[in-house]
């Protein structure tokens, strides 16, 4: 079978007098194929120069034609122009074309004329498409690798929608990117819309519905000075989401949804975030508590013997990235094997099934702090399971119906609740409904709990103290 491929631009008249011979050659010779490709004026200098320097030919007018090879192992053997096609088929054939200049003309103008619809309707189709923006930042994050595949859980973002997934590291390698990108690609999921990857990040966060970050800054000194590191970190951690923060405010949709993850001064990131884009709802701001909350249960779990899924209604409150503590005066527990037994779903305080009180005040602080760190230097690698399962546990509450009766931890900015500073984002309860969340109002503030919170409240405003000092020299 002879299969060629005939290439031209949409109001060339010669490309209109080959496409009749193509098609008479086709009609009349059953083991004769032919391929079209219709390119518009303005676009066929850059197709043309791609594809000869990607095959290997010098062709530099209109039309081209090619015969494929495919089927004996090799690559495209280039014919030539109308004339090379003309002379083949008339030598292989004995076919010629006849077709005078003014129906040249009148086939070349209703070639561009179709062209330029079907780009039209090709543009209706993508913008009718609608797909959902997410934007994940630092996306060579090894946490980035777990998350993408559980984005595409049935049920997570409600209706199906098509999802756009874009990928930013702007200190990351290209081809690093490139092939997150493939691996994305090979995942050959029906929702995936389309997988961009960008390094830089001047138009980064266009028409975003969700913004997930990952970034974490690493010391690139080393000190013994610790303040000036600290210091040092907040100047890097201010400058880079204070842009951020302006790129969302400029590219984002307004009813964009952020979350910021990580091991480093979330909090801190979370508040620069809002702060420097006004006009979107503070309340579309989250710093993920949800991993430090599952590592409390954990503890909890196995000093009590039980599943980490058996351990509820944990609070932590303050910086989650710092000084906060870990609320046990709502937390029950399930399936406790003690003296007291129930039915299914029988729970009891688990301030009344644990007599080691200093354990409480020590070694379950002392391990919960340490916990993440303990993995990761057996793995040598971030906590990306569990962090992938937090960001996941914030999604599902927020775009679906979860329980209002079910608390969250979620570092949210402060209007003053529970005697909080206003304007800081503070760790503590929340729960959801339709889609919102709202900072639980029946928690009880012991003089022992306010203490505490004053104590994560001083060192989060000292941290936004420290980022404000330095965007002030910085100006």
């Not at 490309?15 to 050659?25: I, N, R, S, T, W």
């Not at 934007?135 to 994050?141: K, M, P, Q, R, Y």
Request: proline residues 4%; aromatic residues 8%.
């Amino acid at each position: 079978m002879a299969k060629f491929v005939l290439a031209g631009k949409a109001d060339c008249p010669y490309y209109a007098k080959a496409e009749l011979l193509a098609d008479v050659l086709q009609r009349n010779l059953p083991d004769f194929h032919i391929h079209k490709i219709c390119v518009h004026p303005s676009d066929w200098e850059a197709w043309l120069k791609d594809t000869c320097a990607s095959n290997g030919w010098t062709h530099s007018s209109c039309p081209l034609v090619w015969r494929e090879l495919i089927d004996r192992g090799g690559k495209g053997m280039l014919l030539g122009g109308f004339n090379d096609f003309l002379e083949h088929a008339q030598g292989y054939y004995g076919i010629t074309s006849d077709m005078n200049s003014n129906l040249m003309q009148k086939i070349a103008a209703e070639n561009q004329q179709t062209k330029e619809l079907c780009m039209k309707e090709e543009v209706h189709r993508l913008k009718s498409l609608r797909p959902l923006h997410i934007w994940i930042s630092s996306a060579l994050n090894p946490i980035c690798y777990s998350l993408i595949p559980q984005l595409f859980t049935p049920g997570l973002f409600p209706g199906l929608p098509l999802v756009s997934l874009h990928l930013m590291d702007t200190c990351g390698s290209e081809e690093m990117m490139q092939g997150l990108k493939m691996e994305t690609e090979d995942l050959t999921l029906p929702q995936l819309h389309e997988v961009t990857v960008h390094s830089d990040q001047t138009q980064a966060f266009q028409e975003a519905h969700f913004i997930i970050f990952l970034d974490d800054l690493q010391p690139i000194c080393e000190s013994n000075n610790e303040p000036d590191d600290k210091d040092h970190m907040v100047s890097r951690v201010a400058e880079c989401f204070c842009c951020y923060g302006q790129l969302i405010e400029a590219n984002a949709r307004k009813d964009v949804r952020v979350i910021v993850a990580g091991d480093s001064f979330i909090n801190l990131k979370c508040s620069l975030l809002i702060e420097n884009a006004p006009s979107v709802d503070p309340h579309n701001f989250v710093a993920m508590t949800t991993q430090l909350e599952y590592e409390a249960r954990t503890q909890l779990a196995q000093k009590l013997s039980v599943k980490t899924a058996d351990i509820t209604d944990v609070v932590v409150w303050g910086n989650i990235s710092g000084s906060f503590h870990v609320d046990l005066q709502r937390a029950e527990v399930l399936r406790y094997d003690g003296a007291v037994r129930g039915p299914d779903g029988f729970s009891q305080r688990v301030m009344n099934m644990i007599y080691d009180w200093k354990w409480l005040e020590t070694d379950f602080m002392s391990l919960v702090h340490k916990h993440r760190a303990t993995i990761s230097s057996k793995t040598n690698k971030a906590t990306a399971i569990s962090s992938t399962n937090g960001i996941m546990t914030i999604l599902r509450a927020w775009n679906n119906d979860a329980s209002p009766e079910k608390d969250f931890s979620m570092g949210v900015l402060s209007t003053g609740q529970f005697g909080i500073p206003a304007g800081l984002v503070f760790s503590m309860p929340v729960s959801f409904r339709d889609g919102c969340w709202t900072v639980r109002s029946d928690v009880t503030v012991t003089d022992e709990l306010r203490v505490k919170l004053d104590a994560c409240a001083d060192e989060l405003k000292m941290e936004k103290d420290v980022a404000a000092r330095i965007l002030k020299k910085d100006e």
